[in-house]
C-alpha cells in the first residue's frame, strides 16, 4: 500500500468527498437490563431496564461510517411520522449528516430494530416497519433530489439495499442511469438474489452467502471458487468490479482486468455485523479520493477490521483508521534519514489528527552518550511520538566554538533516527528551534538541565512545556575532554 499518499488522503483529501447514500435507513435501538427473575404473569424472565441507546443503521450505518471518515454525506430514504424518526433525525444530526433527502410517509413506519439484552445476551429482538416499494410520488421526490445534488456535484453514490422497499428494480436503474450522466461511480450493497436491478453499476459488495444466492450455487469461501462466480456474474450484469467480503479470509475483488485479495487484519473479532457497510463506506470513499483499487480495498479492509473487532453496530472513524495506517509506515521507510523540515510537519500534523500526541525536543547530539539516550527515553514516554531537532553544524560552531562539532550532522541524526525511541529527526540551521517549533507545533515540548519554562525558545508554540533532568555524570564536553587527557598522557 502507497502509505503515504493513503495518509494524504485520510487527513486531507477525504473531508473534500460528496456522496450520497440512499436506501433502507434503519435505526438500531438496544434496551440493556439485567435479569433476576420469571416473570408471575408467565414463564418468562423479566428485565429490569437499565438503558437505552441508539445507533443509525442500515442504509444509516453506511452513511456513519462516511462521516465518520470525514466524508460530507447526503442521505436519501423513507421514514414514518414517528418518533422514532425523531430519534432518527437527532442520531443523523449529531453525526453530521445531511439528511434533507429523507422523506416522512404516514403510511410507513420508521425501520427500527429494538434488541432486549440482558446478561449480556439478546433476549428478544421487535421489529417495527412497513415495508413495500416506493409509491410514485416517492419516488419521484427522492429523484429530484438526487438530480438537485448531482447538479450541486457529487463524487459518488452508494445504493443500500436492505430489502425494505427503496431499492426497488426500476428506481435502483434510474439512480445508475442519472449517475452515469452525471459521471459519478456508483457501490451497491446488495440484498437477495436478483442482481439484475443493480445492472450496470462500478461496484458491488455481496458477502459469500450474497454471492452464491445471486449465482444460484453454493460454493465454499475458496478464492478461486468464488472468483469464478463473481465473474460471471460480473459479465452478465455488467458490473465493473465484484467485491466479496469473506469474513475471517478478508475481501477479494474481481474487476476486468484484474483480481485483488487482500487478507483479513482483525486479531480478535466480536461481532461481524455491520462490517459490510463500512466496507462500502471506505472502499467509495478512497476509489472517490483516487486511491488505487488495490490500496482502497485494503483501505476499507482495515476499517472492516477494527469495526468487527467492536460489539454491535459501530461505525469506523478517521483517526482509528489514520492509526492503523500509520502503524504500517515503520521506520525502514525513511532508511533512517533526516527528514525535510516539510516532512517532518506534514507527519506531525498528520500524528495530531490520529489524535496521537507529539513531542518534540532539540540539541546537538554532537557525540551520543547514554545520558542522552535516557533523556530521550524520558522524552518519548510523555506522549506518542518523538520528534528531535539537531543542529546543523553551522550552528554548532555558532554555539560551540570552531572546533566543533566532532560528527557531521547527517551523521548525528542518522544514529538519532535509529533509536527506537525515536520517531523523526529534522536539521535546523538557526540559533534556536523556534521557528521549526512553530511549525510543528507540538503537543509537548521537551527542554533538559536547570532550564525554567519561561526561558524555552518556542515555548508560545506547543501545548505545554516539560523539563528533564540530565543524568548526572554524562556529558559530550566530558567525553571530549577525557580524550584530551589520555592524548597528552601519551595513552591514545
Known amino acids: 500500500m502507497n502509505n503515504q499518499q493513503v495518509i494524504e488522503f485520510l487527513t486531507e483529501g477525504v473531508r473534500k468527498l460528496r456522496i450520497a447514500v440512499i436506501g433502507d435507513v434503519m435505526l438500531d435501538r438496544y434496551a440493556y437490563g439485567e435479569v433476576r427473575r420469571i416473570s408471575p404473569e408467565a414463564p418468562v424472565p423479566v428485565n429490569r431496564g437499565k438503558r437505552l441507546a441508539s445507533v443509525l443503521g442500515g442504509a444509516g450505518n453506511v452513511a456513519a461510517n462516511l462521516a465518520g471518515l470525514g466524508v460530507n454525506v447526503f442521505v436519501g430514504g423513507v421514514t414514518g411520522e414517528d418518533d422514532h424518526r425523531r430519534v432518527l433525525e437527532s442520531k443523523l444530526q449529531e453525526a453530521g449528516i445531511d439528511f434533507s433527502g429523507m422523506y416522512p410517509s404516514p403510511h410507513r413506519s420508521t425501520i427500527t430494530k429494538l434488541r432486549v439484552i440482558g446478561a449480556r445476551q439478546q433476549m428478544l429482538r421487535l421489529d417495527f416497519e412497513e415495508p413495500g416499494d416506493l409509491d410514485e410520488d416517492e419516488k419521484e421526490r427522492l429523484l429530484t433530489w438526487l438530480r438537485k445534488r448531482l447538479d450541486e456535484g457529487l463524487d459518488g453514490i452508494v445504493l443500500s439495499d436492505y430489502a425494505k422497499g427503496v431499492c426497488s428494480d426500476e428506481f435502483c436503474q434510474r439512480v445508475i442511469t442519472q449517475a452515469h450522466l452525471a459521471g459519478v461511480s456508483v457501490l451497491v450493497d446488495p440484498k437477495g438474489a436478483d442482481w439484475k436491478k443493480y445492472s450496470g453499476c462500478d461496484f458491488i459488495t455481496p458477502n459469500v452467502k ?230 510543528i507545533r507540538p503537543d509537548i515540548l521537551v527542554k533538559g538541565g536547570d532550564y525554567r519554562p519561561e526561558e524555552v525558545a518556542g515555548r508560545e508554540y506547543a501545548g505545554e512545556v516539560r523539563i528533564l533532568p540530565f543524568k548526572e555524570g554524562y556529558s559530550t564536553t566530558g567525553l571530549i575532554q577525557k580524550i584530551v587527557d589520555l592524548v597528552k598522557e601519551g595513552k591514545l
Not at 243 to 272: M, N, P, Y
Not at 315 to 336: A, F, G, I, Q, T
Open 210 to 439: 450474497e454471492m452464491c444466492e445471486a449465482a444460484g450455487r453454493v460454493v465454499p469461501n475458496v478464492t478461486d471458487a468464488l472468483v469464478d462466480l463473481a465473474a460471471a456474474a460480473r459479465d452478465r450484469f455488467h458490473i465493473r468490479n465484484v467485491v466479496v467480503t469473506r469474513s475471517e479470509k478478508g475481501v477479494t475483488l474481481i474487476g476486468a482486468s484484474e483480481t485483488i485479495t487482500k487478507a483479513a487484519t482483525a486479531q480478535e473479532v466480536f461481532d461481524v455485523s455491520g462490517a459490510g457497510d463500512t466496507v462500502a463506506a471506505v472502499l467509495l470513499a478512497a476509489v472517490a479520493g483516487r486511491l488505487t483499487l488495490a490500496d482502497a480495498l485494503e483501505l476499507s479492509n482495515k476499517a472492516a477490521g477494527i469495526v468487527v473487532s467492536k460489539v454491535g453496530t459501530y461505525p469506523v472513524h478517521r483517526e482509528e483508521l489514520l492509526k492503523e495506517v500509520l502503524s504500517d509506515s515503520n521506520r525502514e521507510e525513511r532508511d533512517y534519514r533526516p527528514m525535510t523540515r516539510e516532512e517532518v510537519v506534514r507527519l506531525a500534523h498528520t500524528w495530531q489528527a490520529a489524535g496521537d500526541t507529539v513531542v518534540f525536543t532539540n540539541g546537538c547530539f554532537d557525540l551520543l552518550h547514554s545520558g542522552h539516550v535516557t533523556y530521550l527515553e524520558q522524552a518519548a514516554q510523555l506522549g506518542d511520538h518523538l520528534i528531535i531537532g539537531v543542529n546543523t553544524d553551522a550552528s554548532v560552531r555558532r554555539l560551540k566554538g570552531a572546533t566543533r562539532p566532532l560528527n557531521h550532522e547527517t551523521d548525528r541524526a542518522r544514529v538519532l533516527a535509529a533509536l527506537g525511541c525515536v520517531d523523526a529527526v529534522v536539521l535546523f540551521g538557526e540559533d534556536t528551534p523556534a521557528d521549526l517549533i512553530r511549525d
